[in-house]
């Protein structure tokens, strides 16, 4: 075979079977071949063409094989000096280059298997073919690894116990039903020989499928049930496997009389060992020798290890050969999944892979049948190790792996393999294939020393995307080991799928049908990286809320579960494709053994510290393993686009793919979102970013709202004091230690961690995309605020602790929108306060947690770091945000020292901006934390009608904030006031009412004039908004944000001083505290509204006028350089 650089003289055979339709006529040969037209195709038509169209000429054209070879004959004739001829050679392979695929000129390699296929025809008579020793390969390694997951292993007997009726020990069985993981692995102690012979002598083998009331009893109990108290009986030399999840069955409790910690944790760390070594093995293995040849290694001795299993009787040798057993599984399943995907094209990957997880599917049913048949789990595992040897032989029908033998440059081999074995007619196949040479053939064999992997470090971008990858896998094992856990440790009878051992199987079976259909769907129609931030997000919450506390009105938990089992296989799935077509051919199986090794690490050490531990029943781990994957789906934005991209073969293919530098904006997912393809039409992308925004700031301001309406029934323990008749059981409240100071110490932590990162958070906003800021804020608000119920159960440490992180999440919200923290407060109160009274107290946290994180999917996918650069942006609204940014532009390049620190802090409109915001701080949180308060105990109103009217005010002064803010704006414009004049106005006059009506409001005792001069008294606080909330604006446009940040901070340090206050001064005045606490926020009104309205300015100041002016001459000379630089 010829090399790649030197024309091929066998090009006339390669197509003098193809006829190519004409699309298009090349540019004018030379002279001297004008005579000889060439019909063309285009690599689109050419990845498409079908057999039948074979032979036929368009337009009355000569073929390309004609056509080819008449220049090709030509050029032999012709003088190999003169310019001519390297005319008509250089037109010649132009001409050939042309045909190739669209993929094999994206990539760097000559190489294109998936070309080759699409040529061939890709439903032939090689992927039914190959379709069929797969399954038959992989059905038994399957059930064997769900039969050692599934069902319990006995050597030989089950304890006899005395003097018991001999009828009803026909139903104590040699056989019971498990789990998918190996999670509480049973095994005995050792005993004294005398005792242990006594022991051994009287135990039999029997069925025990008839007790299931022994099921539902505590274990003292079970023991009088079977009238045994003999503790010897813990002794009993037997080794089970026990994973009674979705169904407490009667072994569950049973063998807690032959439980032993120590052994348990060895036999199970022993066979993740095998595990984790299987993975690591089988991607080595597959990579250096070869797909089919490994697949034939572990899988002849993962054969052998089937046929020895039922024969271990002890103890030492049931360990090893379950080690050795696993890791043969794993290794050979890996290898087989590889080999499958990269022996079919990218069209048909999601039809060959739901086929795959078909078999698998149709392997539990099978075993389901089996058990239901045998009845007996030695028969069935002897049966699986025969279909296993049967498997062994049918594996040697499959192929290698022809991409892999391409890259190792056995070209000859690949070639013979497509040619023999894979095509229906070997007259209709090329001659020449295009797989003789290979780019990186040389520095591959050079290499082939060394780990293959370790050359991925090489690059930065794959090493990044290999850590990215990683993550994933690791947080996909650790959902499933949460859903485990959970499943397993739950008590609550409506989470068992059935109470029948084959009919909870068969149920299962139904479920993964769902969960193969759901795989297709999201692999055929959607994007590889949507599909998988949806299911982390389905699953990640499925988990978090499925270990969380239960609420007392409603707990659908079967249905949460079976959507986290089935977001959870799906995922797995997932990532399996993805890593498959995100790494060469070189790596392939090593990367994916790496990523296996990784997550199966990290469940064995999570499971065996849980277990040391005594943190089985603890729920805190699982949901902050499911708030984690949550967080870390963001991180698929960095992972390039797979889907529809044939596979890479080494290095530089897989670099293809994103060819240069990271830009964010080229791969982020385009759906039909972000097109702006709604059925009202073209939507702006402003208005979009403007309504997300506006409902993250909702969500983060009705957060502050949850804690309000559910502390007193958290903190009750003699009375409902929402004087509703729902959930007065006292159980549901939290311990407070009758010290009412902890409630407000908890309420104030949120307002330690503000007041802290304020401040950093403006000078971060000026330097960073605030976008991303504003997203990663909302996501960690809400994921916390979930926590929230878990850690009040636990004492006050941890709610202290989440408040104050809380806290430091808030703080990014600051630099964004206003309108929407009333709009929150307004729905939030009544919401909150609705859920508390008619579900629970924990219901508002995990509602607003849920919203959170929901929101925080959308915001991602609808958003780019920068609006500007949005990828579907219309120039006209390109131009509208551009000059948006140049009213209010911040400095090139903003450093720290060239910030006028001295100037900010001495600057009296400063210190009148940073007054103003504390007092309207405190009034806000004093409404946010105490108003249901207020008017549940100085109003005596219900907790339902305290709600409703507790939200007007909020709900009126979002209203005024626009009317105002319009009605300021059009005195600016039209020159009737100066900047100064409207501010001041604007903001004395809103505060100076609203402390009148507060003070009116202190006095009063008729509740609906109470309620009315709140709302008057709120409505006039809207128009304080227009005066000091945008003043940072007018005095230093270029240090808006580190201006809003040190106002921020000190508002919040009101925060922390309202609860501590409000609370000492009620719980020593009573009936009058709230009348002073009234008082009290009336008083710092009036200290506000005197400083401001003496010492704020509305012009830019001074020490902000130079830096503005810096910036617009730094923009002018990179614009000018621009212009001139040719």
Known sequence: MQSGNKPLDSVEKAHSSHVLPLLQKEDALEKSAQSHPVLLLSPAEHCDLKPNMMGHAVDNGKTFAESYSS?????????????????????????????RSRAQNLRTTPVDYDHIIKIMGRWNRWQIRLCIVFAFVLAPHIMNVFLNFYAMYLPKHWCYVKDFDSEKHKSIADMEWNSWEIQDIVAPLEVASDTGKSIRSSCQMYNRANYHHLSHLPYEEALEAIDNHNESIISCNQW??????????????????????????????????????????????????????????????GCVLSFILPFSSDFPCLMIVKFASVMCN???????????????????????????????????????????????????????????????????????????????????????????????????????????????????????????????????????????????????????????????????SSARLSSNLHEHALILTVINIFAVVIFF???????????????????????????????TSMRPELVMLVIGYVSTSVSKWLLYLMTVELFPTVIRCSVIGLCA??????????????????????????????????????????????????????????????????????WIPKSRFIEGKFCCGYCPKRWVLAVLCHIGFAIAFGIRCNFGAAKMRMFQHHEDVYRTKNHTNINESVESHGHGGLVALVESSFFYGASISYFPAGIIAAKFS?????????????????????????????????????????????????????????????????????????????????????????????????????????????????????????????????????????????????????????????LINDQL???????????DT??????????????????????????????????????????????????????????????????????????????????????????????????????????????????????????????????????????????GVFFFGIFASGEVQPWATKTLSTAESAEDEAKQSAIETP
């Open 71 to 99: 220049i090709q004959t030509e050029e032999a004739i012709m003088d190999e000096n003169t310019a001519e001829f390297h005319a008509v050679r250089n037109h010649r392979l132009n001409i050939r280059a042309m045909h």
């Open 240 to 301: 089970m496997y026990d994973h009674s999840i979705l169904r407490d069955t009667v072994l569950t409790r049973w063998n807690i009389v032959c439980a032993n910690k120590a052994w348990k944790l060895l036999l199970y760390v022993g066979t993740s060992l095998g595990g984790l070594l299987g993975c690591a093995l089988g991607g080595v293995f597959g990579d250096r020798l070869g797909r089919r040849r490994t697949a034939l290694i572990f899988g002849s001795f």
């Open 330 to 492: 794993e290794a050979l399943l890996l290898v087989l999944y590889v080999t499958f995907i990269e022996s079919v094209v990218d069209m048909d990957r999601p039809l060959m892979l739901t086929l795959w997880q078909t078999v698998v599917v149709v392997c539990r049913l099978l075993l389901v049948l089996m058990a239901y048949v045998l009845n007996s789990w030695t028969n069935m595992q002897t049966v699986i190790a025969v279909f296993s040897g049967i498997s062994m032989i049918i594996l040697l029908l499959a192929p290698e792996s022809p991409r892999w033998l391409i890259i190792n440059s056995k070209h000859s081999e690949a070639e013979s393999i497509v040619r023999n074995a894979f095509h229906v007619s070997l007259k209709t196949l090329p001659a020449d294939l295009e797989i003789v040479q290979h780019e990186e053939r040389p520095e591959f064999l050079g290499t082939m020393a060394k780990w293959n992997i370790m050359r991925l470090t090489k690059s930065v971008e794959m090493t990044k995307w290999l850590m990215i990858i990683i993550t994933f896998w690791i947080m996909a094992a650790l959902q499933e080991f949460s859903f485990n856990k959970q499943l397993k440790h739950s008590d609550d």
């Open 521 to 551: 769907s999201l692999t055929k129609y959607f994007s590889r990286n949507n599909s998988l931030v949806f299911l982390f997000c389905m699953s990640g919450m499925t988990v978090a809320i499925c270990a969380m506390p239960k609420t």
């Open 597 to 666: 090794f990784c997550s199966n690490l990290c469940v064995t050490i999570i499971s065996v510290v849980i277990t040391s531990t005594g943190m089985e029943e603890n729920r805190i781990p699982c949901i902050c393993f499911g708030l984690l994957a949550l967080v870390c789906s963001a991180m698929i934005s960095y992972i390039p686009m797979c889907k529809g991209r044939t596979l890479p073969d080494t290095f530089k293919d897989t670099l293809s793919m994103r060819p240069n530098s990271p830009d964010l904006n080229e």
């Open 770 to 926: 605030p976008v991303r800021m504003f997203g990663f804020g909302v996501v960690t608000l809400s994921s916390l605020n979930l926590l929230l119920p878990v850690a009040f159960s636990n004492g006050f440490i941890f709610p202290i602790i989440i408040q104050f992180i809380q806290g430091l999440a808030h703080t990014k919200l600051a630099t964004t929108s206003i309108t929407g923290n009333y709009v929150g407060v307004f729905i939030g109160m009544p919401l909150s306060a609705l859920l508390v009274s008619h579900v629970s107290w924990q219901s508002p946290f995990y509602t607003y947690g849920i919203a959170g994180i929901t929101w925080f999917i959308f915001w991602m996918l609808l958003t780019v770091p920068d609006p500007a650069d949005h990828p579907t942006l219309s120039d006209k609204e390109k131009q509208l945000i551009l000059n948006g940014k140049n009213e209010t532009r911040t400095p090139v390049a903003l450093k720290l020292s060239e910030i006028p620190w001295k100037s900010i802090f001495t600057s009296a409109p400063v210190w009148a901006i940073i007054i103003a915001t504390f007092t309207r701080c405190w009034m806000m949180f004093t």
């Open 933 to 943: 308060s207020y008017m549940t105990e100085a109003l005596g109103l219900s907790m």
């Open 946 to 1087: 305290s709600a409703l009217l507790a939200s007007i005010p909020h709900g009126i002064m979002s209203i005024t904030v626009i009317l105002s803010g319009r009605l300021a704006d059009m005195l600016r414009n039209k020159n009737i006031f100066t900047t100064t004049t409207v501010r001041k106005l604007f903001h004395c006059s809103g505060f100076a009412f609203e402390a009148l009506f507060l003070i009116g409001c202190a006095y009063s005792t008729n509740v609906i004039a109470a309620v009315t001069l709140m709302v008057i008294a709120r409505v006039f606080s809207g128009l304080a908004v227009s005066g000091s909330n945008v003043n940072h604006l007018d005095i230093a446009p270029c240090y808006a944000s580190i201006l809003t940040g040190l106002g921020q901070a000190f508002g919040q340090i009101s925060g922390i001083l309202t609860p501590l206050l409000t609370e000492y001064i009620v719980s020593i005045h009573e009936a009058k505290g709230w009348k002073l606490v009234l008082l009290s926020a009336a008083v710092i009104h009036v200290i």
